[in-house]
């Protein structure tokens, strides 16, 4: 699966800013889309993930820093994930990475991909 984002960029504290990521190419479903983000010297964590097969199908995860600020909704039939940051703080400043991983079958394990990565700096 190769994965696209866009949408990061500078913003000032308490502003927002909408991210977007489309996968393509892949030859299962994907049930995993997340963002993670990895900001200079820390490592890189799980900023919300949304899971849509088996039987955490349609799970949402928050990693606690950004409950109720940012919103992860995502569009199967494009296979396109979103994070909608509201509030932003300097802390959310980092590169902010996209992540898929498909179904797998019974011929292989599940495949995970990486997006490129969009940075997001939140700064006055």
């Known amino acids: 699966v190769q994965l696209q984002a866009s949408g990061g960029g500078l913003v000032q504290p308490g502003g927002s800013l909408r991210l977007t990521c489309a996968a393509s190419?892949?030859?299962?479903?994907?049930?995993?889309m997340a963002w993670y983000r990895q900001a200079p010297g820390k490592q890189r964590e799980l900023v919300a993930e949304?899971?849509?097969?088996?039987?955490?199908?349609?799970?949402?995860n928050y990693a606690d820093s950004v409950k109720g600020r940012f919103t992860i909704s995502r569009d199967n039939a494009k296979d396109t994930v979103y994070l909608q940051m509201n509030s932003l703080k300097a802390e959310d400043t980092a590169v902010y990475y996209c992540?898929?991983?498909?179904?797998?079958?019974?011929?292989?394990?599940?495949?995970?991909?990486w997006g490129q990565g969009t940075l997001v700096t939140v700064s006055s």
């Open positions: 992540y898929a991983e498909d179904t797998g079958n019974y011929y292989r394990s599940p495949r995970i991909s």
């Open positions: 190419g892949g030859d299962l479903p994907i049930n995993i």
């Open positions: 949304t899971v849509s097969s088996g039987t955490l199908s349609g799970t949402v």
